[in-house]
């Protein structure tokens, strides 16, 4: 199957099956062999965490930083691959136990911007401008410990002093509701993309959907990656899947919510996302259950299903969706429909 979507994952969308009740079952997978496999299994491009990249990016000097990076990049290229984004980890860190950007600590509040650039300049030295911001504990899991208006307002500060520093970077906002805090600031695109607007420079901020993290809102992935779609703010995807409102499964695209799927290929395919050059990311996991030798199929399943669903949604027949919508006959449209995906 040929297309010319361009697909990516990151490191830890391999990793040895730790969950918050276990320990790993499955062998480290070295970061070469990471890549070496990427290409393999018909990706093109890695996505990185800052210390992915540049482990603890904070500690090292600006000559050190760009050493460590110009060595990942070298290997990526070796592979013909490329650096999707980079996004900085502030929820492991010791000082960000509290959220990093909406802390109510200045120290680390400080200490988050800081370490902020310092991811820009990695995204630098790999050669992407894109930069992720997945708000991982920016967020209370108590109401009253933190102020939200002052929260939201310490956000927009954020974002304005990484635009400030580098005015070439674009800035991509991963919303998700909750977990691991209660509540999330920016938990739908809808928030996120109204934050972009407020920025100093709303043509540099966008968002990257994924797809468990819509269904978490309660919402219908598709129906998000439309709005971002409709403003020209979808700068990036991870798809994968999630089995109703529960924790956040990251499950092989397609495998739990077949039609839900096949909506977010359809409207990245009527929104021309592949001609925007931008990635189809994945934010998978394998399962636990996984021994280690098939512990890829979560990726090459998802990729393998996203190309069908591509040609699924490019041979469904027009004429009768046309007369369908004409006639306003949805439940005709239904059952073309799902009698398509199931090949009938
Ligand atoms: C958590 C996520 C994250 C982000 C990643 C890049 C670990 O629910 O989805 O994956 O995608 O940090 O922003
Ligand atoms: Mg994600």
Same mark, same amino acid.
């Given at each position: ?88 980890? &502030? !929820?492991?860190?010791? %000082? ?10 200045? @120290?680390?509040?400080?200490? /988050? +911007? ?119 703010? &979808? !700068?990036?995807?991870? %798809? ?10 990251? @499950?092989?695209?397609?495998? /739990? +919510? ?87």
């Amino acid at each position: 199957m040929k297309s010319e979507y361009k697909f990516s994952f990151g490191p830890w969308n391999i990793h040895s099956g730790a969950d918050p009740f276990g320990p790993a079952v499955r062998k480290e997978v070295p970061f070469a062999r990471k890549v070496k496999l990427c290409r393999e299994l018909g990706f093109h491009a890695m996505q990185f965490h800052d210390d992915d990249a540049v482990p603890q990016p904070e500690n090292k000097t600006p000559a050190q930083l760009q050493r460590a990076a110009a060595k990942i990049r070298r290997i990526l290229e070796g592979e013909g691959l490329a650096a999707e984004f980079v996004a900085p980890r &502030l !929820w492991e860190h010791p %000082l960000g136990i509290d959220g990093a950007y909406t802390s109510n600590d200045p @120290k680390t509040r400080r200490w /988050a +911007n800081e370490r902020s650039l310092r991811a820009i300049d990695i995204a630098r030295a790999l050669g992407t401008k894109l930069i992720v911001l997945w708000l991982a504990r920016e967020g209370t899991y108590l109401r009253e410990s933190k102020n939200g208006i002052e929260s939201y307002q310490r956000l927009l500060e954020s974002i304005n002093h990484m635009l400030r520093y580098d005015p070439e970077i674009e800035i991509a906002v991963e919303p998700k509701p909750n977990e691991p805090t209660d509540h999330a600031y920016l938990p739908t695109i809808g928030h996120a993309l109204a934050m972009a607007s407020q920025t100093s420079d709303p043509s540099r901020v966008g968002g990257l959907i994924e797809t468990a993290h819509a269904m978490l809102a309660g919402l219908d992935p598709s129906d998000e990656m439309a709005f971002a779609l409709s403003m020209g703010k &979808l !700068w990036g995807v991870h %798809l994968n899947d999630q089995n109703g409102l529960k924790f956040d499964e990251d @499950k092989a695209f397609g495998m /739990a +919510n077949l039609r839900g799927a096949y909506n977010q290929v359809r409207i990245l395919e009527l929104g021309g996302y592949a001609a925007t050059g931008r990635y189809v990311g994945l934010d998978v996991k394998a399962l636990r259950t996984q021994k280690d030798k098939e512990a890829l199929r979560h990726l090459s399943n998802s990729r393998r299903i996203f190309l069908a669903l591509v040609e699924k949604v490019r041979t469904f027949d027009r004429k009768i969706e046309a007369q369908c919508v004409a006639r306003r006959d949805y439940e005709a449209l239904d059952l073309a429909v799902t009698e398509h995906l199931m090949g009938l």
